[in-house]
């Protein structure tokens, strides 16, 4: 049976697997992250709106995101939506293009500051005039080594590469010469650099996307 290699931290990464058994594929679990909230604190002043660019800060945000529920929200992707939205937040704009398309179309909506909830570990959007004010809500401490159950199926399984930060430390752990590898998005293919026996890139940036790159890669090679 193809096989595809899941290295998300949790809670996507048993999701991840439930829709990968859904096409068929085996589907191993290998978190390369392990995610923990961060103590933060809101601004004095609620914000304009909030950005959002993973699901984690929606499940790890705890009591700081009580006061900013009635706010808009800008989210990257609906995992992250649907999380705000069980977090309480009502009024969610989300888009899949990535972080800086979802800034833009805040500036379209007239938006002039943001309050970014993101990882200890993130990329700042691009300069989009709009002011955008951080907090660290959560952090992923990178695996130091590849897991046992990794390195065994490395023969077999395409590796999903879920983010730039996956990808580079996945690299940094394997031989590419051996393996394949379907990654979320252009950002995070370049990330995980050359040499691989076999790269693809999902269609669009999401979970189904992303799989069905790598069922394609899985069949094409099988």
Avoid at 49 to 78: C, F, I
Avoid at 143 to 153: G, K, N, Q, S
């Amino acid at each position: 049976m193809p096989a595809v290699l899941v290295l998300r931290p949790e809670p996507g990464a048993t999701a991840t697997v439930s829709a990968a058994q859904a096409l068929g594929l085996e589907a191993i679990a290998a978190p390369l992250f392990e995610v923990r909230a961060l103590d933060w604190t809101p601004p004095a002043t609620p914000p304009e709106a909030v950005l959002m660019t993973s699901a984690q800060a929606a499940r790890l945000g705890g009591a700081g995101l009580v006061m900013l529920r009635d706010r808009p929200l800008y989210a990257v992707g609906e995992a992250t939506a649907a999380a705000a939205r069980q977090a309480g937040f009502t009024h969610l704009i989300a888009g899949d293009a990535g972080v800086d398309a979802i800034v833009a179309r805040a500036a379209r909506d007239g938006v002039r500051s943001l309050l970014h909830l993101t990882a200890r570990e993130h990329r700042a959007p691009a300069d989009m005039g709009i002011t955008i004010e951080r907090r660290l809500v959560y952090a992923a401490d990178a695996a130091p080594t590849l897991p046992e159950a990794a390195r065994a199926a490395l023969p077999h399984a395409v590796a999903l590469l879920h983010s730039p930060r996956a990808a580079a430390l996945f690299a940094g752990l394997v031989d590419p010469m051996a393996i394949r590898i379907a990654a979320i998005s252009p950002t995070t293919r370049d990330a995980a650099g050359e040499g691989w026996r076999a790269a693809v890139v999902a269609e669009h940036p999401t979970d189904a996307s992303l799989l069905a790159a790598a069922a394609k890669l899985c069949n094409h090679e099988a």
